[in-house]
């Protein structure tokens, strides 16, 4: 077998292929040709002009970093306890100034807009959170355009108030939850050190009471969360999730950093998972890895992935003080802010251009990886995304062979 075109893993003790050149998984590979891989099986940049962003044909996705505050104070927190080492809550005037920004310049081609409210927490700063829907509502209606609405949030805020906007809103809820009593507390404490497993638990109660489950854990996995993993998993799918998202925690913290070893304990545990009968259960249910949704999409249409929110010119994020960025974990970092509201985009900052790393040529996992993140890519993150797209391979064919009849 050719590894330069084929990477082989096992279902079930099945063996498979994925076809690196077609993006085909196959059951047998007796007779194909072993032409060598060409590298248009990684991502490429697609080129916007200026003319084409300020004359409203790309820009469809507004992030709204709304509060550089939070009530939690996580001990892997990226964005510095959630403040972006600045804290500070978007005031009115910057919501709707944002906003404004951001509908000046959408695309009038698209079907539908993407708003992220995200922060810190979010829901720190009910005012403006409740002022932003309301006007984005009306400009969307006004745009003839409908929006999609998401928000992350650490899932301790929660009133009939807030559940109505969400409920009324369909918004769709990333709720940042790592797992279990003993794993969400260990590293999700408020700042006087208390847990806040019961206060994310009174939240899933009400919004179970109201039967609302547009949502998706987002499950932060660090090195003792590995021992628990299917554990954790599981209790998450138990307690009203259906969609699960991981991702491997970025910290600096070596009691909590992955190592190789636990990638390997990671990947021997989530492999375990796939291939059991609890598995196809819990997908009989509806039950998922959300991961494994989101790069199925590219497997199922034969496409590459495109350049994540970091190169393509579709998005932007805008911070309590007017600042443009790319992507949420460039925040605070003024070599990645490309601009403010009052005074004007830095389209060379903003448009970027992608070029994947050499060794993206010789990885099996390119066409799915799309060449990994700009800003954390690593050895390390390099390997769990090959974890996590060959699982993602093992949980098509699972889907496929025994799901869908």
Known sequence: MDRKRFHDFSVRGRRYWFDIASGEIRN????????????????????????????????????????????????????????????????????????????????????????????????????????????????????????????????????????????????????????????????????????????????????????????????????????????????????????????????????????????KEFKEKLVNLINSDAYISRMEQGKYIRNFLDMEYLIENKIIKRECSYYNANSLEFTPEGDLYKCTYTVGRKEHCCGNIYSRLEWDKYVGRFHAPSKCSNCWCRRICGGGCEVNRDDLSCAYTRIMTECMLMHYVIEKEYIVK
């Open 28 to 263: 047998n590979v007796s007779g194909l040709s072993s032409k060598e891989t060409e590298n248009r099986t990684v991502r490429r940049h697609v080129e916007v002009t200026p003319e084409d962003w300020f004359g409203g044909h790309a820009l469809n996705k507004m992030s709204l970093s709304i509060s550089h505050t939070c009530n939690l104070c996580c001990s892997y927190c990226f964005a510095d306890g959630g403040t972006y080492g600045a804290k500070s809550k978007m005031d009115m005037k910057t919501a709707k100034d944002s906003i404004d920004y951001f509908f000046k310049y959408a695309s009038t081609k698209v079907q539908k807009y993407n708003v992220n409210f995200i922060g810190g927490e979010p829901l720190t700063n009910l005012e403006v959170f409740y002022f932003a829907v309301d006007y984005i509502n009306q400009k969307s209606k006004e745009a003839g355009i409908p929006v999609r609405y998401m928000i992350t949030t650490n899932g301790t805020i929660m009133n009939e108030k807030i559940l109505r906007y969400l409920i009324d809103n369909n918004m769709h809820i990333n709720f940042s939850i790592d797992g279990n009593k003993k794993i969400q507390n260990l590293n999700r404490k408020n700042k006087e050190g208390i847990g806040s497993f019961e206060k994310a638990m009174e939240t899933l109660e009400i919004l179970k009471r109201h039967s609302y489950y547009n949502m998706s854990a987002r499950m932060t996995v660090t090195k003792p969360g590995v021992t628990t993993l299917i554990e954790d998993i599981n209790f998450l799918w138990d307690v009203g999730f259906y969609y699960i998202f991981m991702d491997m925690v970025k910290t600096d913290i070596e009691d909590l950093a992955f190592d190789y070893n636990t990638l």
